[in-house]
């Protein structure tokens, strides 16, 4: 949700939106993937209730061996490697902009204060009035951290992008488990974990009851409830921290211009894809299989301390699939057949603001019960079938819109506030449709 430029501003300039002709191509189809992967999670997990059914439940409506297949391949292919994917392309995208700001001899922090500002506000609103798995306040959160990084050595950025992928996934787990275990012994531990988990799953059962209601009210109250729930646990804190340790790694590959001059860096796309397939078959493999023997109720997580350490090793596995995934998108980009096909996405990349807002609506409208009700009813293959086609929809409607428009209307708004003045929305005569995609 970041703006891709190729060409330097002219020093002294004041700072704007890019123009169309100033884009990266690749990296808006790169934004227009990873959105409709994070759409499939999204509606898989929340959107559908699955989450927040009780696990005898859920289990039943993935227990068929087609949607046991459907359900394997997407914790294998898809959970987490979209969102890791975005969040790269998020520090990639801000590593763009302070060269911008570098090429105009000014600094990058009053502007991008105020876009992450306004990225909170609407964050926000889209936290509490629509859907409570809202990631824009917190990417938005996260990018103020982020411009500490902004004049760090690249050893020290990676060092920093290290601990928070690999050390605080082995970490946190392991205090959070042994650490009350210390200080008020292994049963009180016990017993108070016991009391966590009911409190949320009886917070999740209060979530389900007001989105499966009637009224569209009384669901978005519970939406916003259950944000007050969730905001303080700890166990955020951790996912904030593997978000920022995949900003840190687009920071870093925005600055040696791996995806913007992908000739020079062929080789290393190549050794991306590899060692990603590589570590990513294996840390994803740890998972389907550790989730297969938990529903076999061969596995339990409270007594198996060694499981502490999936955290670490499935985060290796997010990373590893994601890099796959980008270096195969780099690579087959250069061809021009296979450029012109993959540039259909990338107008859903150019306005990734609006249609993941517009995601959110549309899937409440189709789950929660004051809509059609499918929250809870259906098994993970319907859910992947009804995102395609809303995704399939989204597709000719970002090219439609973006004939004619220079942003989307959530990225006309986000930079209106940001620069402070009304922004021109309609295209100027000189850029025509044709323009979109070079």
Request: charged letters at 15%.
């Amino acid at each position: 949700m970041s703006d891709a430029t190729t060409s330097a501003p002219v020093p002294g300039t004041s700072a704007r939106p890019v123009d169309v002709s100033e884009r990266v191509a690749l990296l808006d189809v790169l934004r227009g993937f990873a959105l409709w992967g994070v759409f499939v999670s999204n509606s898989i997990t929340w959107f559908s209730g699955n989450v927040l059914l009780p696990r005898a439940q859920s289990q039943a409506l993935a227990a068929p061996p087609f949607e046991a297949v459907v359900n394997s391949l997407y914790q294998f292919f898809v959970n987490q490697k979209f969102v890791t994917l975005f969040s790269f392309l998020f520090g990639l995208g801000f590593s763009i902009q302070l060269a911008r700001a570098d090429a105009r001899k000014s600094s990058i922090v009053p502007l991008y204060s105020r876009r992450l500002a306004v990225l909170v506000g609407i964050g926000l609103v889209h936290m509490f009035a629509v859907w409570l798995g809202d990631v824009l306040s917190t990417y938005a959160v996260l990018g103020f951290v982020l411009l500490l990084f902004r004049q760090r050595s690249d050893r020290a950025v990676l060092t920093w992008a290290g601990v928070l992928l690999v050390a605080v996934p082995l970490l946190v787990p392991a205090l959070l488990h042994f650490i009350p275990i210390l200080l008020h012994g292994a049963q009180a531990a016990a017993e108070a974990a016991k009391a966590t988990d009911e409190v949320d799953v009886r917070a999740k059962g209060q979530l389900l009851a007001g989105l499966s209601s009637g009224s569209f009210w009384t669901a978005q109250a519970a939406n916003a409830r259950f944000v007050t729930h969730m905001l303080p646990q700890s166990r955020r804190l951790l996912w904030m921290a593997t978000i920022l340790g995949r900003f840190l790694l687009g920071l870093l590959a925005g600055r040696h211009l791996l995806l913007q001059d992908v000739e020079r860096h062929r080789a290393l796309h190549w050794r991306l894809f590899v060692w990603g397939l590589v570590l990513g078959v294996l840390g994803n493999g740890a998972g389907v299989l550790v989730q297969r023997l938990r529903i076999a109720g061969l596995m339990d997580p409270a007594k198996d301390t060694w499981m502490l350490a999936m955290n670490a090793i499935m985060e290796v596995g997010y990373l590893g699939l994601a890099a796959a995934y980008v270096a195969a998108f780099a690579l087959l980009f250069q061809r021009e057949r296979w450029r012109r096909a993959m540039q259909v996405l990338g107008p859903v990349g150019r306005m990734a603001l609006t249609n993941y807002l517009l995601q959110s609506v549309v899937s409440i409208w189709l789950y929660d019960g004051w809509g059609l009700g499918f929250i809870g009813k259906l098994p993970p293959s319907r859910c992947l079938a009804l995102t395609l086609a809303v995704f399939a929809l989204q597709i000719p409607f970002s090219h439609a819109w973006l004939s004619r428009f220079r942003f989307g209307p959530a990225e006309w708004l986000w930079r209106s506030l940001t620069y402070g003045r009304i922004q021109p929305m309609r295209l100027a005569p000189r850029d025509t449709p044709a323009t979109l995609t070079n």
